[in-house]
């Protein structure tokens, strides 16, 4: 059996270089050490590198063992990478495709106006929305994938994509949704589900299209009454059962109308006594944001910046992704 015996000493911090690796295309600042240890060794040495390693892998437990070099007159260099460098690095580079994704998009066709934001509330989270017109069909979708981890960001980039592949052949929102809800339960981790809702709006017989998937009703505010209706479509989330049925709701619209689509960041904001508050709440912020004046964009900023206003926590508690549609 080897025997090693190791000189350790205290970890030298201020020896460090930063280093700009480029990974993806991308550049990113990566702190490293190196260190050199002390190292007796007795019987055979073709073992050493992977010995050593499990003796000195928790030296520096704020520090990855990265390189362990060829042993010289008794010692051994080691070089050690930072690790939450490592960490901040992958969020930012997440963070970057994920603000890629979630870019705001303006539309407008056919008189038609269009406007679809998202603000996450942490530096990766699991919203995600569709904005995009296909054979004169506006398809309008949001969606919320559980939780806000590098899973959560990851099976949302992975939602989106599908979606969009089959907005390109398949424009039967409860067919899609069926699809997804098989993407969903084909993933190894059954605990992660996302609930989501798509609009279809029929560009040229102002004829809408609604299937949900556990998700918040749309809202749709009649221009000539000033009326806020619910319009709901009950359904189970994407991926929470292989049984689950998914169907169209269809209703009419008319020129001049409304269509809401948001996701439950924007509603479940604190008051005063630091309580979550009820839906009544952004009902009340939509009627007094709306204005027969303003594009879908102009009023999401009053929206969004009324809910900010109103919003009693330190940091926003969820994503807020808010799709606008004015027929």
């Known amino acids: 059996m080897q025997n090693i015996?190791?000189?350790?000493?205290?970890p030298n911090v201020d020896k460090?270089?930063?280093?700009?690796?480029?990974?993806?295309?991308?550049?990113?600042?990566?702190?490293?050490?190196?260190?050199?240890?002390d190292v007796d060794t007795q019987g055979s040495s073709s073992n050493l590198v992977g010995l050593l390693r499990d003796r000195i892998n928790n030296y520096d437990r704020d520090w990855d063992i990265y390189h362990i070099g060829t042993p010289a007159e008794g010692k051994i260099p080691v070089t050690f990478r930072l690790k939450q460098y490592v960490i901040k690095a992958d969020v930012r580079f997440a963070t970057e495709i994920q603000d890629q994704i979630l870019k705001n998009i303006n539309l407008e066709q056919n008189g038609t106006r269009a406007y679809a934001c998202s603000l996450p509330a942490n530096e990766l989270g699991g919203d995600f929305f569709e904005l995009s017109i296909?054979?004169?069909?506006?398809?309008?979708?949001v969606g919320d994938v559980s939780g806000h981890s590098?899973?959560?960001?990851?099976?949302?980039?992975?939602?989106?994509?599908?979606?969009?592949?089959?907005?390109?052949?398949?424009?039967?929102p409860s067919k899609i949704m069926k699809e997804l809800n098989g993407l969903f339960l084909s993933q190894s981790n059954r605990s992660m589900y996302a609930t989501m809702s798509m609009v279809k709006l029929d560009l040229n017989a102002n004829k809408v299209e609604l299937c949900n998937a556990g998700h918040l009703p749309v809202l749709h505010i009649i221009r000539e009454t000033g009326e806020l209706i619910y319009r709901n479509q009950k359904g189970l989330g994407l991926g929470m059962s292989n049984k689950a049925k998914f169907t169209n709701h269809e209703f009419p619209i008319q020129?001049?109308?409304?269509l809401i689509?948001?996701?439950?960041?924007?509603?479940?904001?604190?008051?005063?006594?630091?309580?979550?508050?009820?839906?009544?709440?952004?009902?009340?912020?939509?009627?007094?944001?709306?204005?027969?004046?303003?594009?879908?964009?102009e009023l999401a900023i009053k929206i969004l910046e009324a809910v900010k206003q109103s919003d009693y926590s330190e940091k926003m508690q969820d994503d807020s992704t808010l799709v606008l549609i004015e027929v």
């Open 261 to 297: 689509l948001y996701s439950d960041g924007l509603i479940e904001t604190r008051d005063e006594q630091m309580k979550i508050r009820e839906t009544d709440h952004f009902e009340k912020i939509i009627k007094n944001a709306f204005s027969l004046s303003d594009s879908p964009k």
């Open 150 to 172: 590098f899973g959560a960001a990851l099976l949302m980039a992975m939602t989106k994509s599908a979606l969009q592949t089959h907005l390109n052949y398949n424009h039967d």
């Open 255 to 258: 020129k001049g109308d409304l």
């Open 5 to 10: 015996r190791v000189q350790f000493t205290v």
């Open 16 to 37: 460090v270089v930063n280093l700009d690796v480029k990974k993806n295309g991308e550049t990113r600042m990566i702190k490293y050490r190196a260190e050199s240890f």
């Open 134 to 141: 296909k054979n004169n069909n506006l398809f309008a979708i």
